[in-house]
């Protein structure tokens, strides 16, 4: 049972920065994998990054590499997504997910709206 909290979501201009928080509590997460994902309107959900919470290794969208860094908290049980360079297009509400398998993220919280002005 994890229960993930997004936050630092905004209104930014384009080439602006955003840096956005997962908080994830219930348990411990040396085994987990986590990942944030984004979904625009009337668009399907895609990708954005993911790490696992030990070791830190990372993966990222190619829509995104060289732009956005992910990382974590070990201390906070917070994964972060730093968002730089933003683009109109990466307008979207951002969700955070975990599980124990990369390919398998079974928890998910609500979103944070980031909007990326022209």
């Known amino acids: 049972q994890v229960q993930l909290v997004e936050s630092g979501g905004g209104l930014v201009q384009a080439g602006g920065s955003l840096r956005l928080s997962c908080a994830a509590s219930?348990?411990?997460?040396?085994?987990?994998?986590m990942g944030w994902f984004r979904q625009a309107p009337g668009k399907e959900r895609e990708f954005v990054a993911r790490i696992r919470w030990s070791g830190a290794s990372t993966f990222y969208a190619d829509s995104v590499k060289g732009r956005f860094t992910i990382s974590r908290d070990n201390a906070k049980n917070t994964v972060y997504l730093q968002m730089n360079s933003l683009k109109p297009e990466d307008t979207a509400v951002y969700f955070c997910?975990?599980?124990?398998?990369?390919?398998?993220?079974?928890?998910w919280g609500q979103g944070t709206q980031v909007t990326v002005s022209s």
């Open positions: 219930g348990r411990t997460f040396s085994n987990y994998y």
């Open positions: 997910a975990a599980g124990l398998s990369a390919s398998t993220l079974n928890y």
